[in-house]
């Protein structure tokens, strides 16, 4: 899955900014349905990495059963997060 194609799919847009912040909810909550529904292991993480960036992402425990799973998005959480200022 191309994110933008996620963006337009469930936000009727690729440019977040000007997509209305209710428009931002109901993406997330389809987000969510499709999530639960979704079987393939790639499209369902796809989903759960895009509803991470936007700050919507349930549990781990929750998203992924399988330990590789949690695992692949623990990584995809540490490449993905801003830099530490140490």
């Not at 393939?40 to 796809?46: I, K, V, Y």
């Not at 781990?60 to 998005?73: K, M, N, S, T």
């Amino acid at each position: 899955m191309d994110f933008d194609d996620q963006l337009r799919r469930y936000f009727g847009s690729s440019d977040l900014a000007s997509i209305p912040p209710a428009a931002v909810e109901a993406g997330v909550e389809r987000m969510r349905v499709d999530l639960g529904l979704e079987q393939d292991r790639g499209r369902r993480f796809a989903l759960w990495a895009v509803m991470h960036m936007l700050g919507a992402a349930p549990d781990l425990d929750v998203a992924f059963e399988d330990p590789a799973e949690r695992e692949a998005a623990r990584n995809f959480m540490d490449l993905t997060a801003p830099p530490r200022e140490d």
